[in-house]
Every structure is written in structure tokens, then in C-alpha cells.
């Protein structure tokens, strides 16, 4: 009876595993095609906007609810009146504040800057909502959830094409509605799994929160912080490049991280400690096997496609390929030790892993800048070379511990 209960149990892991998997890889059909369908569609400078946004989205979006949606993997939450007012109104501030940023440095026009304050507002709800599920064992909802982005986006590009739209207001309140609406529709189902147990956290729990921020933001961040520095050092057309690049080359690798996140830390919190090493390296064998097959087939393939799907606009070199396949497996990396700190690191693991992220956005930047000399390319292995030294440091300390209580 033991041997078939433990052989369920790992049927059950690997089942979850690779419903994981196949859900973020048709989140990554589904954004790769939306934002190919608009690189096709809208003038250059337009597209270069529409990514600034969604970049935007994609890091603010998880930032929103202030770590308060990472509690749920730390304990039980009540998902009440008040933690709604709580999200919403700090998805309004900070959606607020990004858009009049975006507007007023970024160079988005007033009404795509409100509109991604929107999308912003709705995405931290679904970003909360998602966890929320996860931590109730409801892995379905959450993965629709967690992936609703990537096909709102494949609807706002499908309308561009549909109806020849010129300009990226109208794809981006599409994608804004979207967001909105799967919040809406994530809280109800978060509302459904209540229990009478549940409870508010207490204070040294809400303390946890700033902690667990710092690792989403950082995380968030090390993601999307390419896209941040381009229109500095080099400009939008080139910003539309790399939406084009991220999409075809970069976006398959951040699917990868994202599943590491997403399957890695639960199964790392309900593993022996004896098993947390195994745990590990289970996950990361197959994986390696996926990034060696992946960029093969990139660098053979990604300046085909690229130039097919965009109608020959955007013209994508192997050289680049490559490089933005190098940047993608750093944030694979990347994702590792915040999963294992995440589910066996001591609040002080927290912080210094925080500290260590800190130190490799930096040197990612600085790299970055650097590395810009010599066009996107040398921006792009600039940012990864940067940001390589500090994931050696937290995956060491990360490995460490999963021995330890």
C-alpha cells in the first residue's frame, strides 16, 4: 500500500510537472504570435511603445499586491473584503505612478500611459488571485490565471491584424480589459475555495511580505530590465528590434524560469530534507536537455521566422539569436535560487538574497551599458555576463541550504 501510495504521489508530481510545462509553453505560443501580429501590423515606433508597455505590465503587474500574494505560499490567507480593497487600490497607486512615469519619461502618449496603468491594476489582481489558487491546490485555475496575459495579447495582435488598426491604443486597451476581467474573475474563484479557518496573517507573517517583494521585484525586474535600458543608451527602433528578438528568442527561456518558479518551490515545501537536493536536480537535468535543444533550434530557425511573421521588416542574424538565447538561460539560472531560498531559506536567506539581486541588477545594468558600444548584440551579452557572477553566489548559498531545517 506504501509503494503505491508513494508511486501516486509521483505520478501525481510529474502530472503537474508537465501540465506546468504545457501550460507556459501555450503562453508562449500566445504571447510570441500577439506580439509577432503587432510588429506586423503597427509602424515601427508604435510597436516600440506597445513593448515599452507590456514590459511595464509585465514587471509592475506582480508587483502590485506589495508581496502580500507571495503569503499565501507561506500560510493560510483569508481572501476577505479587506485584502480586496487592499489589492485594488494598490494596483490603482502603483499602476498610477507607472503610467504617469511612462508618459512623462518613457514616451508613451497620455492615453497608452493610462491604459497600462490600467492593464497594471488588473494584472496584480490576477497575479494575486493565481497564487492564491496555487496555494489552495487548485493548480488549474491558477495556470489559466497565470497565463490569461499571453492570450489577451494574442487577441489585441489578432484585432490589429483583423481590423488594420495603425496605431497600439486600441490593441492596449484590449489587453487592459483583458486583465481586468481575469482579476475579476480570479477573485471570484479565490473567494470560492474560502475556509472557515482561514486567517489574517499575523504581524511577523505581514513582516515576511517586504522580504518576499524584494524576491518578486527583483525577479520582475531581472526579466524585463532589458527592455528598461535599451531606449537609453541606443532608442525605440531599437526597442521594437528586441520586441521582436524577446518574442521569437528571449520569451521561450523566461517561460522556462517561470516554470521553474511555478513547480519547483511547492514540491521543494513538501519534500524531505533528505529529498530537497534530488528534488533539484530532477528538475534541472531535463530542463538542461530542453535549453541545448531550444537554442539549436533558434539560432537555425529565429531569423526565418522572424523575418517571415513580421513581413521582412525586422531583420534578426544568428549572432543575435545566439545572444539572446545566452541572456534567456542566465534568467533560467536566475530562477533557481529564489525557488529553493523561497521554500527552504530562513527569513535572513531572504534578505541576503535580496542583497545578492540588488548587486546583480546592477552589474547586469552596468553590463548592459557597456556592452550597448557595440549595438543590441553587445548590450545583450553585456547584461548576461553581468548578472552571472551574483546567480553562481545565491545558487551556491541556495544549495547549501536545502540540507539544512
Same mark, same amino acid.
Given at each position: 500500500?506504501?509503494?503505491?501510495?508513494?508511486?501516486?504521489?509521483?505520478?501525481?508530481?510529474?502530472?503537474?510537472?508537465?501540465?506546468?510545462?504545457?501550460?507556459?509553453?501555450?503562453?508562449?505560443?500566445?504571447?510570441?504570435?500577439?506580439?509577432?501580429?503587432?510588429?506586423?501590423?503597427?509602424?515601427? $515606433?508604435?510597436? !516600440?511603445?506597445?513593448?515599452?508597455?507590456?514590459?511595464?505590465?509585465?514587471?509592475?503587474?506582480?508587483?502590485?499586491?506589495?508581496?502580500?500574494?507571495?503569503?499565501? /505560499?507561506?500560510?493560510?490567507?483569508?481572501?476577505?473584503?479587506?485584502?480586496?480593497?487592499?489589492?485594488?487600490?494598490?494596483?490603482?497607486?502603483?499602476?498610477?505612478?507607472? =503610467?504617469?512615469?511612462?508618459?512623462?519619461?518613457?514616451?508613451?502618449?497620455?492615453? $497608452?500611459?493610462?491604459?497600462?496603468?490600467?492593464?497594471?491594476?488588473?494584472?496584480?489582481?490576477?497575479?494575486?488571485?493565481?497564487?492564491?489558487?496555487?496555494?489552495?491546490?487548485?493548480?488549474?485555475?491558477?495556470?489559466?490565471? @497565470?497565463?490569461?496575459?499571453?492570450?489577451? %495579447?494574442?487577441?489585441?495582435?489578432?484585432? @490589429?491584424?483583423?481590423? !488594420?488598426?495603425?496605431? =497600439?491604443?486600441?490593441?492596449?486597451?484590449?489587453?487592459?480589459?483583458?486583465?481586468?476581467?481575469? =482579476?475579476?474573475?480570479?477573485?471570484?474563484?479565490?473567494?470560492?475555495?474560502?475556509?472557515?479557518?482561514?486567517?489574517?496573517?499575523? @504581524?511577523?507573517?505581514?513582516?515576511?511580505?517586504?522580504?518576499?517583494?524584494?524576491?518578486?521585484?527583483?525577479?520582475?525586474?531581472? /526579466?524585463?530590465?532589458?527592455?528598461?535600458?535599451?531606449?537609453?543608451? /541606443?532608442?525605440?527602433?531599437?526597442?521594437?528590434?528586441?520586441?521582436?528578438?524577446?518574442?521569437?528568442?528571449?520569451?521561450?527561456?523566461?517561460?522556462?524560469?517561470?516554470?521553474?518558479?511555478?513547480?519547483?518551490?511547492?514540491?521543494?515545501?513538501?519534500?524531505?530534507?533528505?529529498?530537497?537536493?534530488?528534488?533539484?536536480?530532477?528538475?534541472?537535468?531535463?530542463? /538542461?536537455?530542453?535549453?541545448?535543444?531550444?537554442?539549436?533550434?533558434?539560432?537555425?530557425?529565429?531569423?526565418?521566422?522572424?523575418?517571415?511573421?513580421?513581413?521582412?521588416?525586422?531583420?534578426? !542574424?544568428?549572432?543575435?539569436?545566439?545572444?539572446?538565447?545566452?541572456?534567456?538561460?542566465?534568467?533560467?539560472?536566475?530562477?533557481?535560487?529564489?525557488?529553493?531560498?523561497?521554500?527552504?531559506?530562513?527569513?535572513?536567506?531572504?534578505?541576503?538574497?535580496? =542583497?545578492?539581486?540588488?548587486? !546583480?541588477?546592477?552589474?547586469?545594468?552596468?553590463?548592459?551599458? @557597456?556592452?550597448?558600444?557595440?549595438?543590441?548584440?553587445?548590450?545583450?551579452?553585456?547584461?548576461?555576463?553581468?548578472?552571472?557572477?551574483?546567480? %553562481?553566489?545565491?545558487?551556491?548559498?541556495?544549495?547549501?541550504?536545502?540540507?539544512?531545517?
Amino acid at each position: 500500500m506504501t509503494a503505491v501510495g508513494a508511486s501516486a504521489r509521483a505520478t501525481n508530481k510529474a502530472a503537474s510537472s508537465l501540465f506546468a510545462a504545457l501550460g507556459f509553453g501555450l503562453s508562449g505560443a500566445g504571447f510570441t504570435l500577439g506580439m509577432l501580429l503587432l510588429a506586423r501590423e503597427l509602424p515601427v $515606433e508604435a510597436y !516600440g511603445r506597445f513593448t515599452l508597455a507590456v514590459a511595464l505590465f509585465n514587471i509592475f503587474g506582480l508587483l502590485t499586491p506589495l508581496g502580500v500574494d507571495q503569503l499565501f /505560499l507561506r500560510g493560510p490567507m483569508r481572501a476577505g473584503k479587506g485584502l480586496l480593497a487592499f489589492l485594488i487600490l494598490s494596483g490603482l497607486v502603483v499602476g498610477g505612478l507607472v =503610467g504617469v512615469a511612462a508618459g512623462l519619461l518613457g514616451g508613451l502618449h497620455p492615453v $497608452e500611459a493610462w491604459l497600462t496603468a490600467l492593464a497594471i491594476a488588473g494584472g496584480g489582481l490576477v497575479a494575486a488571485t493565481s497564487t492564491g489558487l496555487r496555494a489552495r491546490a487548485v493548480p488549474g485555475a491558477s495556470m489559466l490565471l @497565470a497565463i490569461s496575459a499571453s492570450f489577451v %495579447l494574442l487577441l489585441a495582435g489578432t484585432a @490589429a491584424v483583423a481590423f !488594420g488598426l495603425k496605431d =497600439g491604443t486600441a490593441p492596449l486597451a484590449i489587453f487592459a480589459a483583458g486583465n481586468i476581467v481575469f =482579476g475579476a474573475i480570479g477573485w471570484g474563484l479565490l473567494r470560492r475555495r474560502a475556509k472557515d479557518g482561514d486567517a489574517v496573517h499575523p @504581524a511577523r507573517r505581514w513582516r515576511e511580505a517586504g522580504s518576499m517583494l524584494g524576491l518578486v521585484a527583483l525577479g520582475t525586474v531581472s /526579466l524585463q530590465v532589458e527592455r528598461i535600458i535599451i531606449p537609453i543608451p /541606443l532608442d525605440l527602433k531599437e526597442l521594437a528590434l528586441f520586441g521582436v528578438l524577446a518574442s521569437v528568442a528571449i520569451f521561450p527561456f523566461r517561460l522556462l524560469a517561470s516554470g521553474v518558479g511555478f513547480t519547483l518551490a511547492p514540491r521543494l515545501i513538501g519534500a524531505q530534507r533528505a529529498r530537497r537536493q534530488a528534488v533539484v536536480l530532477a528538475e534541472a537535468r531535463p530542463l /538542461l536537455a530542453v535549453i541545448v535543444a531550444a537554442t539549436a533550434g533558434l539560432v537555425a530557425c529565429g531569423p526565418w521566422i522572424a523575418a517571415m511573421v513580421t513581413g521582412g521588416l525586422y531583420a534578426i !542574424g544568428p549572432a543575435l539569436i545566439l545572444a539572446a538565447c545566452a541572456n534567456g538561460v542566465g534568467k533560467v539560472a536566475m530562477a533557481f535560487p529564489r525557488a529553493m531560498l523561497t521554500a527552504a531559506g530562513s527569513p535572513a536567506d531572504l534578505v541576503l538574497l535580496n =542583497g545578492w539581486g540588488v548587486v !546583480g541588477l546592477a552589474l547586469t545594468v552596468c553590463g548592459a551599458l @557597456a556592452g550597448a558600444a557595440c549595438g543590441i548584440t553587445g548590450l545583450l551579452w553585456g547584461a548576461t555576463l553581468g548578472g552571472a557572477i551574483p546567480t %553562481l553566489f545565491t545558487l551556491h548559498l541556495a544549495w547549501r541550504r536545502l540540507g539544512k531545517d
